[in-house]
């Protein structure tokens, strides 16, 4: 059983994609959130943007997890951004459940140049512990691999130094 969590949302597979490589390098447990919402089609892109723009929160399901939150050593957050902003389904999971992690870290995915630093500061108001580490990924790009490995340097650092 791991003491690293590698937990995500993804609406197209790109934050998925980054999850999957990461929490096979760390040999973390990996786990996704759902809202139950459709999110398909052009009807549930609008729906995606204008829940980030509204800042809007509905219950996630929960994430069927090996131990709480709480005690694992790493929960590594993944999200797309939507609108500059995270996910409305990653602000309602870290509405309800951010408090409950000691360290955390993020991976954002996004599809333009801009880099969304922005968008660490966005969750760190629902985690009180704040991150240790962050990427932000951009899909089909060049750096995607060198910045991942960079993230996965980060991650170790900060589990060497536990
Ligand atoms: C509603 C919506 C808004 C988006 N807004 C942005 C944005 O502001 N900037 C950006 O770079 N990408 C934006 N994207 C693109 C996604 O962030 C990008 O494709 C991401 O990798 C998708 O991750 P996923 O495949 O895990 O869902 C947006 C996508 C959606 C659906």
């Not at 943007?49 to 005690?71: F, S």
């Amino acid at each position: 059983m791991s003491d690293i969590l590698c937990i995500y949302y993804s609406r197209t597979g790109n934050t998925k994609k980054a999850m999957e490589e990461i929490a096979a390098e760390l040999g973390a447990e990996l786990a996704e959130l759902r809202d139950g919402v459709d999110r398909s089609g052009w009807k549930g892109w609008i729906r995606c943007g204008l829940d980030a723009v509204r800042k809007n929160t509905r219950p996630v399901e929960p994430a069927a997890t090996e131990r709480p939150l709480g005690e694992y050593r790493l929960v590594i957050l993944g999200t797309p951004v939507w609108a500059g902003r995270e996910s409305a389904v990653m602000r309602s999971f870290l509405r309800d459940h951010g408090a409950e992690i000691k360290n955390a870290a993020y991976v954002i995915t996004r599809s333009s140049g801009s880099r969304y630093r922005e968008v660490y500061r966005q969750m760190d108001l629902n985690v009180p512990a704040g991150h240790r580490a962050a990427v932000s990924l951009r899909s089909g790009d060049v750096g995607w691999a060198f910045w991942l490995e960079e993230f996965l340097r980060q991650v170790r650092t900060v589990l060497e130094g536990q």
